[in-house]
């Protein structure tokens, strides 16, 4: 078995020095955003609380694209519009917002938020969903006599790449001079990609439910309604640089005309520069025909680079009291939707001082570039499950990419085709990637070790295959399953009538071959029987049915196609005289959960005294095992006959130690 010989306990000190570099490196940015903003001013009577029909959220980026972001991208505050759109980020981002503008500051506006992936804060490795948080102060200055704040706390999921859901949880206060009024609501949203992989487009469709509750009440008596309001939007990524996108949102005030409930929103963005520079133009407007061209244009532009995004906004309108000017400051890190583009360096073109003496030819024909949009390639596989255990029997597969374009167009493809393999677990995350240019020739081996180093637990996969264009999006052409098992088939055998046994099996994975052995109390072989696949449910023995009673040893091989063995074995009364009797069956191999694996003696002894102190009803037991030349100290908890009976123990460990444990076969 291919083990880390860090050990597994190791990655717990690893874990908290990686979260605390994760927190100081939050901590740092989240100041200095607050540097950029402390001193935007900011006048009442534009305030985005006040206008949250118009405005949603806190992003000038979004706005001034007209607030169309309901289907909008995960970054830059796309949670405040829809929270699904959480589920498709994957790194993480800090926000703070405010709206300086000319004249008396007599309120005092700024916004704040923040949202992760916590995979990027180094806390799971799993697809657990991503969390946010954002705050609106508004008029929390000393010359105010009313302020209001809201507080918003977000989730969101990805089920897969093209669909995700999330949820946001909404306090709202507003003090007065006479009272205070607070309430809490709730958003609910989805979203939904449908890759365009013809045109290497995307396009997006989203819905959210925002602010679902029964309004501010005093004594049973309505002192503000915040009625339901419901957005659906969609948006067309055409290529990687540009945007549109239109959404429709309506407000439950039943005491108004649907014209006046009904808002349209429509926007559009450009990035120049490989990424660095973008531009945008949105509208927003009432769908009531004496007000539908009296709404408010939007006009902004951005820069941005790898770790951060400066956003300008530019609102005028009928429905504002004066013309709002929005920025707002975003940093983020990690794999990130909004990373620029890299800039492609043409090759060098190396000229001869002097043409040789030669006849004059026509010019090379230039090697055209392969198109993954219209390139027809599959992915095959040289075996469907592994079992990387080191015993020379599907230790491995190989991937090899299967061109179905003839003569010259397959010459060139398997020269320039660009592609990028993952595999990916039952949780959609990623846990081994490669990528490269060409066909290899010999094909892409994995051997059950994900990026980290580590060898993967039991349990199915899927191997997806990519082909990049000349941006480097990638397009997804084709995907296997792909089953990583290690664990013995679990056997039972027991006499069913004089002359034949009963047989029972249970394996993740189909069984290859399987032998049936007979002896006699002199260990003679009496008979022997073997097949390719299952073995049967009941298996019959010619040569005891002329025979008296005796008591025989049965012995059943079984080797399943990811090549673990297993044998059981039982001591049975046959005979054609007699009724069959089943002495005690003895498995050969039992399951034990292996926890952690270590060069040096002293974690793993630490490691077993922590595990005894918590699990004083398991067996923990520390032994040795050489791979590749070395010495490992393995720790292991537990002792079981089958795969189920380890399912609790495993799940708890998991959760309380953030360690997942791996079943082996107990040596």
């Known amino acids: 078995m291919v083990e880390n010989s860090s050990g597994v306990y190791s990655m717990q000190f690893n874990f908290l020095r990686r979260s605390r570099q994760n ?88 916004a704040f938020s923040g949202a992760a992936n916590p995979n990027t ?19 929390w200055g000393s010359n105010v006599t009313e302020s209001t704040q809201i507080v918003l706390f977000g989730y969101g999921l990805a089920f897969g790449q093209n669909a995700s859901a999330g949820a946001n949880l909404r306090y709202y206060q507003n003090n007065t001079p006479i009272r205070t009024n607070f309430l809490w609501s709730v958003d609910l949203g989805m979203q939904f990609a449908y890759p365009l992989e013809k045109w290497g487009d995307t396009l997006r469709v989203g819905l959210n439910f925002s602010e679902l509750s029964n309004g501010i009440r005093e004594d049973g008596v309505l002192l503000e309604s915040i009625p339901l309001a419901a957005r659906f939007g969609t948006t067309y990524e055409l290529g990687k640089d ?56 939007a ?49 060098e073109v190396v000229k001869t001082e002097e ?13 055209p570039a392969v198109a993954p949009e219209i390139t027809a390639v599959e992915l095959q596989l040289s075996a469907h499950t592994i079992s990387p255990n080191n015993d020379g029997v599907a230790d491995h597969t190989t991937f090899r990419f299967g061109l179905q374009e003839t003569g010259d167009s397959q010459q060139v493809a398997s020269r320039t085709l660009k592609w ?40 199915n996969y899927e191997v997806q295959l990519h082909l990049l264009d000349a941006q480097g999006k990638p397009h997804l052409k084709d995907s296997e399953k792909l089953a990583v098992d290690l664990i013995p088939t679990t056997l039972e055998l027991f006499g069913n009538t004089p002359t034949t046994v009963g047989v029972k099996t249970w394996d993740m994975s189909p069984i290859a071959h399987w032998k049936l052995e007979l002896f006699d109390t002199a260990n003679t072989l009496v008979e022997q029987l073997e097949g390719e696949g299952s073995p049967p449910a009941e298996i019959a023995f ?15 091989h ?28 003895t498995p050969t191999a039992k399951l034990t959960l292996m926890v952690g694996s270590f060069a040096q003696p002293s974690n793993a002894e630490m490691m077993a005294e922590n595990l005894g102190w918590m699990y004083p009803d398991e067996k923990v037991q520390i032994y040795t095992a050489v791979v590749d030349a070395r010495t490992l100290h393995r720790v292991t908890i537990g002792e079981f006959s089958a795969r189920s009976e380890a399912t609790d123990l495993k799940q708890h460990i998991q959760e309380t130690q953030g360690i997942e444990p791996i079943l082996i076969t107990l040596q």
């Not at 289907?71 to 800090?94: H, I, K, R, T, Y």
Request: net charge negative.
């Open 23 to 110: 927190l100081l490196q939050i901590g740092r940015k989240i100041v200095l955003v607050g540097v950029i903003l402390t001193v935007v001013s900011v006048s009442a009577g534009a305030s985005s609380i006040a206008h949250r029909d118009i405005f949603v959220g806190a992003s000038a980026r979004a706005v001034g694209m007209g607030s169309a972001f309901t289907a909008g991208p995960s970054a830059n505050n796309g949670f405040l519009w829809n929270p699904s759109s959480l589920g498709f980020m994957d790194g993480a981002e800090v926000n703070m917002s405010g709206m300086p503008v000319s004249g008396s500051a007599s309120s005092s506006e700024q």
């Open 558 to 585: 079984v080797q399943d196609i990811a090549g673990n063995q297993s044998t059981q074995q039982a001591e049975l009364q046959l005979g054609a005289d007699t009724q069959p009797t089943a002495g005690q069956t």
């Open 420 to 459: 990028q393999l993952n595999i990916r677990d039952e949780y959609t995350e990623s846990i081994w990637e490669k990528s490269g240019t060409g066909v290899p020739a010999a094909g892409i081996v994995w051997d059950g070790i994900a990026n980290t180093g580590s060898l993967v637990p039991d349990g």
């Open 242 to 297: 540009t945007l549109f996108s239109a959404d429709f949102a309506v407000r439950g005030e039943n005491d108004i005309n649907w014209g006046e409930r009904l808002r349209f929103h429509v926007g559009a963005e450009r990035w120049l520069i490989n990424g660095h520079f973008g531009v945008r133009v949105g509208y927003t407007t009432l769908t009531a025909y004496d007000t539908f061209w009296s709404g408010e244009l």
């Open 299 to 347: 006009r902004g532009f951005s820069f941005r680079n790898s770790t951060g995004q400066l956003d300008y906004a530019y609102v005028t309108g009928s429905e504002l009291e004066q013309e709002v000017h929005w920025i707002s400051a975003t940093l983020h890190w990690g794999r990130s939707d909004t990373k620029p583009a890299a800039t492609v360096i043409p090759p």
């Open 355 to 367: 043409a040789p003496e030669a006849p004059i030819l026509m010019p090379a024909v230039l090697t």
């Open 121 to 139: 804060l180094g806390i799971t490795d799993r697809n657990f969903g991503n969390l946010s948080f954002a705050t609106w102060l508004d008029g």
């Open 542 to 556: 010619s040569k005891v049915q002329t025979q008296p009673t005796a008591t025989y040893t049965c012995k059943l």
